[in-house]
């Protein structure tokens, strides 16, 4: 098998850097936790939409909301 010389190549045809490929793998793993996130939101947004039909609503969505919130901004 023929070895290859790639300090030859242009620069726009040589192979990506190893970093590259870190940074996006990166990237990817937080999209993957952001979206994890958004959509366990999503799902207690509708638990509260539920909890408005309810008749001691005020009290208990105010809780509910502030936990909510704190758990977004990571605060627990």
Not at 25 to 53: D, F, S
Request: zero cysteines; aromatic letters at 8%.
């Amino acid at each position: 098998m023929a070895k290859w010389d790639l300090s030859k190549l242009p620069d726009e045809r040589k192979p990506l850097p190893d970093e590259w490929f870190r940074e996006r793998a990166q990237m990817q793993e937080r999209i993957e936790e952001l979206a994890a996130k958004l959509a366990w939101a999503v799902g207690e947004l509708e638990e509260m939409l539920m909890l408005q039909n309810s008749e001691a609503v005020y009290g208990i969505l105010r809780v509910y909301t502030k936990a909510l919130v704190a758990e977004l901004k990571g605060k627990k």
